[in-house]
């Protein structure tokens, strides 16, 4: 599994290091793993000594936060393995700023985009089974929430992007189990999924699928009517038309069939148009440094 291979950086849960040998780097106090933390936050860019004084002390830094900060970099900088760009140091600091250099495979946030990007490229090329081996890794990268040691107000925007692409990447690899006919594995990831995700429509359009397929017509069709009243309740909304068609495949006895499956059926390895986008689905924006002043 890609998601077992070594990673020096981990933030998806709280932030964890790790040496060559794969024992892990402590670090205990706080502030060192709440600048650690936004330093990979920042992917490569400059982070200014104000931005990381307000970031690590939520109300009235004290005077010596300043000296604080280069002590806890030279602290840092002591302990942590060296990276993959040469020449560089792990932590280049300029007049009133800080940088982590890591590569794309040195953190588990990367990887994850990387592994969910490729993932999403082999299911509409045709590969399912080379689909569902790389959305699991992916998925199997997670240990918790993203960026754990900093503060909510800091990471919202870039934890709520990460949380959607994870949700979109379990609906892509049930996707990728219904193409391959592995209806039986799809449909337990579904029923958790469902009661993870209530209001995702296309998990329920899933769900009817691999539980209609694979002989649960009653289950199905119960389901439709659980997502009915919930988005009725909860967004004041009927089922959506491919909710409905679904629902009616199965009131008929008819194989059921995502639009999704219909598209990569008709359509695979024929272009290699952006069928995230198309969809309105989010894409993992590219693993790696973002260099920048």
Not at 15 to 37: C, N
Not at 147 to 155: A, C, I, K, N
Not at 184 to 202: F, G, I, K, S, W
Request: glycine share 8%.
């Amino acid at each position: 599994m890609e998601s077992r291979r070594h990673l020096p950086f981990r933030i998806l849960g709280p932030v964890e290091v790790s040496a060559p040998d794969g024992s892990a780097v402590p670090i205990a106090q706080p502030k060192k793993r709440r600048l650690l933390s936004l330093l990979l936050l920042v992917r490569g860019r400059w982070a200014s000594t104000e931005h990381i004084r307000a970031v690590l002390w939520d109300v009235d830094p004290p005077p010596s936060a300043v000296g604080n900060i280069k002590t806890y970099v030279s602290d840092l900088r002591q302990v942590l393995p060296e990276g993959e760009t040469a020449g560089l140091g792990r932590i280049q600091g300029r007049h009133g700023a800080y940088r982590l250099n890591a590569a794309a495979t040195e953190v588990d946030v990367w990887l994850f985009e990387d592994l969910a990007r490729r993932g999403q490229d082999a299911r509409w090329n045709g590969d399912a089974a080379r689909a569902v081996e790389l959305l699991g890794d992916a998925l199997a990268v997670w240990r918790g929430e993203p960026y754990e040691d900093l503060p909510e107000e800091v990471v919202r925007t870039e934890a709520a992007r990460l949380r959607e692409l994870r949700a979109v990447v379990h609906e892509d690899l049930a996707d990728a189990l219904l193409d391959r006919g592995q209806y039986d594995r799809a449909l337990p990831m579904l029923r958790a999924l469902t009661l993870q995700y209530p209001l995702r429509e296309r998990l329920w359009e899933q769900f009817l699928v691999a539980a209609s397929c694979s002989g649960h017509r009653a289950d199905a069709l119960a389901a439709y009517r659980t997502a009915y009243h919930l988005l009725s309740q909860e967004l004041g909304v009927e089922p959506s038309v491919e909710l409905r068609r679904i629902h009616a495949q199965v009131l008929a006895g008819e194989p059921a069939e995502t639009a999704a499956a219909r598209r990569v059926r008709h359509g695979a390895g024929t272009d290699h148009t952006d069928h995230a986008a198309q969809e309105g689905r989010p894409r993992p924006t590219g693993a790696g440094r973002e260099d920048g002043s």
